[in-house]
DNA sequence: GTTATCACCTAATTTAAATAGTTTATTTTA
DNA sequence: TAAAATAAACTATTTAAATTAGGTGATAAC
């Protein structure tokens, strides 16, 4: 990992899909030199991957949430965890220390929709006693970039 | 938006660089047609992007936190909303219902680095009078997938 | 001091993207 | 209802990029 790594990093999470050719005339560089680089960084499990980026409101799904639950045994844990990697709603689910145990981001077409999933598939689960929901009014930022000027 | 657009969506949020040909085989059409129906789904804001996944904590961000603030008077958020755009650290800023104001996701290196974030960068700020922070212990589910089965 | 190794290069080949022109089906309009 | 327009696909061609192969120079290991 040196600066041109870093600086392949960011050109690609910029734009996932940019050339080897197109990086390699930015950089200073050979197309092939590039390529090379990629492979090491994808091979090390740096770059785990590339996504398009879509525009959730523009799909339906206008309605972000917060859920932070709280389990009552550890028995219960393992099939509240197979249900949260079955529901496509839930984008993210967080093992939490403090009050609550976990804490679920969950994107949604509304409020009936969240009602649903909080009522008919959360809720239902043996062990979950308690849930608090935060309901997002507008999101000022979201990326998932992360700081790359410090070293490695 | 018809079924064929959602099965592109899906295959390009899979492999956010996977080529026009690759997918018109799979989807049994022409590699041009694919580009095209690509280009609308960009045109119309559909697909935001693409983008290099990253592993955060191979790359040293190996903590994650989620910071509740509250601000206690309207004339100070422009300064905290810039300051939250400024912070690299900070991937998320949510304008949230309930309790506190604004719900922020924080990747960083360790302790020392959220303390610095939320002591010197976060409770600086005038207005920020109340922070909560839940420290994640592990991750269970993290995509930025939408569910794309229902119509639109 | 010789030999490996690494990261790069250039050149050639293979593969994909982009463009242009055509066909077909569906919808609009006369 | 018939004619025209539109939309979305196709094929064939051109242009551009990815991949591969072979080679060079610097650095580290023996």
Not at 9 to 18: A, Q
Not at 43 to 59: F, M, N, R
């Amino acid at each position: 990992m040196d600066s041109l790594d870093y600086k392949i990093i960011s050109s690609l999470v910029d734009n996932g899909r940019s050339t080897w050719s197109e990086l390699a005339s930015n950089l200073q560089m050979s197309a092939p030199a590039i390529a090379d680089r990629v492979r090491r960084l994808e091979e090390q499990g740096i770059i785990k991957g590339y996504s398009a980026l879509l525009d959730s409101e523009t799909l339906g799904y206008g309605m972000t949430a917060f859920i932070s639950i709280s389990i009552d045994r550890m028995e219960h844990r393992a099939l509240f965890l197979a249900k949260v990697a079955e529901l496509a709603e839930v984008q993210e689910c967080h093992h939490a220390a403090g009050e609550d145990d976990y804490l679920l981001k969950v994107r949604c077409r509304g409020t009936k929709d969240l009602d649903r999933i909080i009522s008919e598939e959360l809720r239902q689960l043996p062990g979950v006693f308690k849930t608090r929901t935060t309901i997002i009014l507008s999101t000022v930022k979201e990326t998932h970039n992360i700081p790359l000027t410090e070293s490695d």
